[in-house]
């Protein structure tokens, strides 16, 4: 399994507009990040989760010209509203873009791209096949096993994934036991660290340390990052061992 750090950044992304703080003014390529989404490569398909408002500069910058599958964690702007874009995929592919997630992020998808769904309207929209699934069940995508992983991101019901050794959640405050057993055996973690200070739908850094411990990978990967969580070099050098701050542009191997 070959896994592309897409984009590491919050909803706003790295630099935000009209910010000077030191994160946002920062030189360096580990402190300018692009909303969150990974491209997965393993067993010769080709899929991402989440796609948001970067994804057309994602996957030029990456040279991605292949995609058979995408799961969406949850309906929030900056893990969807990338899709009209997969356009390109359709017409390199020749065929329909599989969307895969659970009920309520498909019924928002349905109003937001409304235009895709419509028979009337054939040219120049994005052809998405909607797939529904299961939070509590392991579903197919291409042959290959997913695991969804139930989480919650404040009151909202949302999930991650488990291909193989891999794990990623992002957005979430809260998982439950049973999802945390379901994480056991990870050899890599992504999870999100929003920043220090508590936060009400995400976790801060010392809770995904925490949560991450529990989960006992062998390798963990903090993402979804705001620029209040601090300049990447410092925040690092404070991580326990076999922790860091993922960036993007970052692979990792399995």
């Known amino acids: ?18 910010c ?14 692009l909303r969150c989404s990974v491209y997965i490569t393993v067993e010769g398909k080709n ?32 893990h969807t509203s ?6 390109s995929f359709n017409f390199l592919q020749r065929c329909e873009m599989p969307v895969y997630s659970q009920k309520n992020t498909l019924r928002q998808l349905e109003n937001d791209y409304h235009y895709a769904f419509d028979s ?38 949302i999930i991650g994934f488990r291909i193989g050794d891999f794990s990623y959640v992002t957005d979430a405050n809260f998982i439950s036991d049973d999802t945390l057993a379901k994480m056991q055996g990870t050899k890599i973690l992504i999870i999100n660290a929003l920043q220090i200070e508590h936060h009400p739908s995400h976790f801060n850094l ?3 340390i925490a949560t991450a ?19 990447h070099e410092k925040v690092e050098r404070s991580l326990p061992k076999s922790m860091l701050l993922a960036y993007d542009g970052l692979k990792l191997s399995l």
């Open 120 to 157: 009337s309207k054939t040219a120049g929209v994005p052809r998405i096949k909607l797939i529904e699934v299961d939070s509590n069940k392991t579903f197919q995508v291409e042959g290959l096993d997913v695991i969804p992983l139930p989480l919650m991101h404040k009151k909202l019901p």
């Open 206 to 208: 010392e809770e995904a």
């Open 20 to 33: 000077d703080c030191e994160v946002c003014s920062s030189v360096s390529d580990k402190d300018r990040r």
């Open 213 to 231: 411990k529990r989960i006992g990978s062998e390798s963990t990967y903090f993402t979804h990052i705001s620029h209040k969580l601090g300049l």
């Open 47 to 78: 899929l991402l989760i989440d796609c948001g408002p970067d994804f057309r500069q994602q996957m030029l910058r990456e040279n991605i010209c292949k995609l058979d599958a995408i799961l969406i964690t949850h309906e929030h702007k900056d």
């Open 82 to 87: 990338g899709l009209d874009e997969v356009r």
């Open 1 to 18: 399994m070959e896994i592309t750090i897409l984009g590491t950044g919050t909803s706003q992304g790295v630099p935000i507009i009209g």
